[in-house]
């Protein structure tokens, strides 16, 4: 079958398409349009890269971890972890804009600025006055201009799309990328060069700083809740999300919620250098509210975090002694162990098998039974 058709039956008619962008930027066939993804001309090829780089097709999740991570630091229900740590950017201008305590923006401004990658692709939420709601992908290479970008619309824009038209000009040789877990899985598979003849310099991926995600608010559901400057979900137990200064019942969030999150596995982005995430420490809300949690996966990721350290761009907060770290950390396992099994659960109840975790089945048994 045609790569463009069966990624069409297998993942948008079957509500699997998170409209990451990765099929997209680097042919003409495939566009997005208000939060959706569709084919806009039949292309002839059987073995495309769209296919393979959709983070909602079958791949085999295990040996892409091995190949890109240290055997030992990988833990099945959070993929690598290096280290686990709580911080916040130093800057109380970057706080002040940013989600929870804006670590994700004060680290891409500084691996701009050390040369750690020379562009970063980030997402940027439309605001009301502009005439959309609708985010969209963007690049950067100033440090000064990834504050633009801070927040989120919890929206999943195509912005791997924006990666693909990158890689293929060529101009960038390390390009950062943030996003969420599907975007990061699909700029790992980019990087497996499924295609080594026609990888569309996948090497040129220099960095991932993965996002925590529970799920997404589809486009039309944003516009339905209306514009905001910033927007945060709050723990479970409060039952809400916060919009500036109004207060919105989860109860009229949830029905909004993407289909395709309900798919999803993968809660940390454990296909990144660092994943990013807001605190939820045992010292709870009260404490954590403008902290991150932050998980390093590679060497690359630690040296980037201890230059934070170094220069004073992150600011560290002590977990209270190792029985309070190891709590945190278990805390973190538990509710990803728990998404991987409401995920496992969609997927069966929906087709009877795991659709794109199947090769991958081994690593989901217990999640079976």
């Known amino acids: ?38 084919v806009d001309y039949e292309c002839d090829r059987n073995e495309g ?8 097709m079958p791949a085999d999740l295990g040996a892409l971890m091995d190949r890109f991570f240290d055997a ?36 891409v401004e500084l691996a701009l600025a050390e040369g750690f990658i020379d ?24 440090p000064a201009d990834v504050r633009k970008c801070s927040g989120s619309s919890f929206q999943i824009p195509p912005t791997l799309a924006v990666l693909n038209e990158a890689l293929k000009e060529d101009e960038y040789k390390s390009i950062g990328l943030v996003g969420t877990p599907c975007k990061s899985l699909a700029a790992y598979k980019m990087m497996s060069k499924p295609f080594e003849d026609n990888d569309n310099n996948a090497d040129n991926i220099g960095m991932v700083f993965g ?8 486009w039309k559901g944003m516009e339905a809740l209306g514009d905001a400057g910033h927007v945060d979900i709050l723990p479970s137990k409060y039952h809400r999300m916060d919009m500036d200064d109004r207060q919105v019942d989860l109860d ?7 289909k395709n999150c309900e798919f999803c596995y993968d809660m940390t982005a454990e296909f990144a250098d660092i994943s990013i995430g807001g605190a939820r420490s045992s010292e709870g809300w009260d404490v954590d509210k403008g902290w991150n949690q932050l998980i390093v996966r590679s060497e690359k ?24 770290k190891a709590a945190a950390l278990d805390k973190l396992k538990n509710a990803s162990a728990s998404k ?21 089945r081994e690593a989901f048994a217990e999640y079976l039974k």
């Not at 996002?211 to 589809?218: A, E, K, V």
Request: charged content about 25%.
């Open 252 to 258: 009229e969030v949830l029905p909004l919620v993407r």
């Open 340 to 360: 991987k099994a409401k995920a496992v659960k969609a997927l069966t109840e929906a087709g009877g098998d795991l659709g794109y975790l199947e090769p991958s």
């Open 211 to 218: 996002l925590f995600c529970g799920w997404g608010l589809d």
């Open 301 to 324: 990721g630690q040296k980037l975090v201890e230059l934070a350290r170094e220069k004073g761009v992150l600011e560290f907060r002590e977990f209270g002694g190792e029985d309070a």
């Open 1 to 38: 079958m045609l790569s463009i058709l069966e990624l069409e039956r297998k993942v948008v008619k079957n509500d699997l398409c998170t409209n990451c962008g990765a099929c997209q930027g680097m042919c003409p066939y495939w566009k997005s349009f208000e939060g959706r993804t569709f």
């Open 72 to 107: 030992k630091d990988i833990i099945p229900q959070l993929g690598a972890v290096k280290e686990l740590y709580l911080t916040r950017a130093a800057d109380p201008q970057i706080r002040a804009k940013a989600q929870h305590g804006g670590s994700v923006t004060a680290l």
């Open 49 to 56: 890269r769209c296919k393979y780089f959709c983070p909602r």
């Open 119 to 142: 562009a970063a692709v980030l997402s940027q939420a439309g605001k009301a006055q502009d005439g959309t709601l609708d985010p969209a992908g963007c690049i950067v290479t100033d």
